[in-house]
């Protein structure tokens, strides 16, 4: 069984097909790659909708108009993981409207609502689990009472992975996760991924940066912290249309393929392609610069050092550092009411909901291997 794995996916400004339907031959080449898999998983971060209005009181929200699932059938995507922090972003109206329009098109999904999706094809048999760190501050999370995303809660992951394991399904565990921009995954994330691979043959999905991080292949598995971005655009704001809040620069255009061949129940083969959101198509492979990757996954080698938490730290303050830059008193003035005040408050509960159900977890699994 081949499985291509994509990065993260917002269908918008330039790439909106209700714009242009002519956008479709931008994608011509991407559709040729992925046409020789038999499955192709994206992470699907805007949800289709129209006139919904955002919820949350986020600086930045995604959205998708429902045309642009032509687009996704055009390039042959079978699968989406819904698990990240913008699938949310237009509430439950938002939300459903892509359940069904992603159903009505056969594509299958997981990621929320305790949905995972168990796949038997070729004599093959492989389970799709998606998940959502608390340290994206998502909102729409699953509760007792309410259905929404899945949460990383770590030794729900352990034991849902051990279950699949014990009825023969490989597992693909998709995580959105991590820090924006950033080539580092945090130290926390590498030991997760990690103590996963030591008792387990399985695949870690990461997505989240936007932008390549390393991987490493260990005992039957293979880890992608980070595949960047496989569509995306400049994120602008209501309050600012002229500037963009995010613009996409080289490092945001390249991305990766994940490219896997499964075999009885086993991974035989796993390669990268390297992808680029160029001017006028979306360029595959030889065609490709290959960024940085060596050094990328070079820095995995000193995960959980603090000469590697310090280099990470950096690079972050850095990328903190020139956002500001473009933020002036106005800015700041326009964020003063009682959204910004909730968004704050959020963040400090999920932080601590991380430490619970995240950090505190990975932290008990070391000690019993």
């Given amino acids: 069984m081949r499985i291509a794995l994509l990065g993260d996916i917002a269908i918008f400004g330039r790439y909106c097909?209700?714009?242009d339907k002519k956008l479709?031959?931008?994608f011509d080449e991407i559709k040729e790659h992925l046409s020789s898999f038999d499955i192709v998983i994206g992470n699907l971060e805007?949800?289709?909708?129209?006139?919904?209005?955002?919820?949350g009181g986020k600086s930045a929200t995604v959205k998708s108009h429902p045309d642009n699932i032509e687009l996704l059938n055009h390039i042959g995507?079978?699968?989406l993981n819904l698990a990240n922090n913008h699938i949310g972003d237009f509430g439950k109206t938002g939300y459903h409207r892509t359940i069904e329009l992603i159903e009505k098109n056969g594509i299958g999904w997981f990621g929320t609502e305790e949905k995972q999706l168990k796949i038997e094809k070729n004599s093959e048999k492989i389970a799709l689990l998606g998940f959502c760190s608390y340290n994206t501050n998502p909102s729409f999370l699953k509760t007792k009472s309410t259905k929404g995303l899945n949460y990383l809660d770590a030794e729900y992951v352990y034991k849902k992975i051990q279950e699949n394991s014990s009825q023969g399904y490989f597992s693909i565990l998709s995580v959105h996760s991590g820090q924006e921009h950033i080539h580092f995954p945090s130290s926390e994330d590498v030991k997760f991924a990690r103590l996963l691979a030591h008792d387990f043959n399985y695949v870690y999905y990461g997505h989240h940066p936007h932008v390549i991080q390393g991987y490493e292949r260990l005992n039957g598995s293979a880890i992608f912290y980070s595949l960047g971005n496989f569509i995306f655009d400049d994120?602008?704001?209501p309050r600012d249309l002229n500037k963009p809040l995010i613009a996409l620069s080289e490092a945001n255009k390249t991305g990766l393929i994940a490219e896997l061949e499964i075999k009885e129940g086993h991974l035989s083969d796993c390669t990268l392609t390297h992808i680029y959101m160029g001017k006028n198509q979306m360029l595959v492979g030889h065609e490709v610069s290959k960024d940085d990757q060596e050094e990328y996954n070079s820095y995995l080698s000193d995960a959980g050092s603090d000469q590697y938490d310090m280099k990470r730290s950096a690079q972050i303050s850095k990328y903190i550092s020139k956002r500001k830059e473009m933020r002036d008193?106005?800015?700041?003035?326009?964020?003063?009411?009682?959204?910004?005040v909730g968004i704050l408050i959020k963040a400090r509960k999920n932080s601590k909901l991380y430490r619970k159900?995240?950090?505190?977890?990975i932290g008990s699994f070391e000690n019993n291997q």
């Fill in 24 to 26: 479709l031959n931008y």
């Fill in 17 to 19: 097909l209700s714009r």
């Fill in 329 to 340: 008193l106005n800015w700041y003035l326009k964020r003063l009411n009682f959204n910004s």
């Fill in 77 to 79: 995507i079978t699968h």
């Fill in 357 to 361: 159900h995240f950090l505190s977890r």
């Fill in 235 to 237: 994120v602008y704001t």
């Fill in 46 to 55: 805007a949800p289709f909708a129209i006139d919904e209005r955002p919820i």
